[in-house]
């Protein structure tokens, strides 16, 4: 088995590190590879797709023709999490800064996204969050964090904040606008290891 983290930007070895360990501590063998181009989206049971820029993050898995395999495996019940840039990669609608930098969405996600909803870099904080998939609360960091504005009828919402709506699930696809990666606490890369455990 193999888990895809997409390497092109971002905080990509936190996640490497967050799931090796996830596996770890449930006696899972499987391998969590670095997607930097074409080919291997295809081999894994399950994708991540961590923070960064969005607008860079959009125009190279474009152009590396990621994006159309990320598509045909969410597609195909690949389980996919995306955290802070990756919520608005996922989504399939964004806000006035989404469209005026010509980002490609993937459009897997029936949300609309605020690229900038929790301010600037200047402005990360932390947070306590309750989200209805844990059953204590989870540590969120927020870095230039984005938020969901709205939703389709296909969406779980699992947590807000500040009446942004920052956790939500839609089928096998997970999205964040905080970063589960930059904590010790695994809880979230063990729920997602879960959805790949049952494809």
Do not use: W
Not at 15 to 43: M, N, Q, S, T, Y
């Amino acid at each position: 088995m193999k888990i895809g983290v997409i390497a092109i930007q971002g905080a990509v070895s936190e996640h490497v590190d967050a799931l090796r360990r996830a596996l770890a501590e449930r006696g899972v063998e499987a391998e969590v590879v670095e997607i930097k181009h074409k080919g291997i989206v295809p081999e894994c049971s399950g994708i991540v797709i961590p923070g960064g820029e969005s607008t860079t993050l959009c125009r190279l898995l474009a152009r590396e023709g990621i994006s159309e395999e990320i598509r045909e495996a969410a597609s195909r019940g690949v389980p996919i999490l995306g955290t802070c840039a990756g919520l608005i990669v996922l989504a399939k609608e964004g806000d006035r800064q989404v469209e005026k930098t010509g980002q490609e969405l993937l459009g897997i996600m029936d949300t609309r996204v605020n690229r900038n909803a929790f301010g600037r870099q200047r402005d990360s904080f932390e947070a306590e969050l309750e989200l209805s998939i844990l059953d204590s609360p989870f540590t969120g960091v927020f870095i230039r964090a984005p938020g969901i504005v709205s939703c389709g009828p296909g969406v779980k919402v699992l947590s807000t904040l500040e009446g942004m709506i920052i956790a939500a699930e839609q089928g096998n696809v997970l999205a964040l606008a905080f970063h589960p990666e930059l904590t010790d606490d695994l809880r979230i890369h063990q729920y997602f290891l879960d959805k790949v455990l049952k494809c």
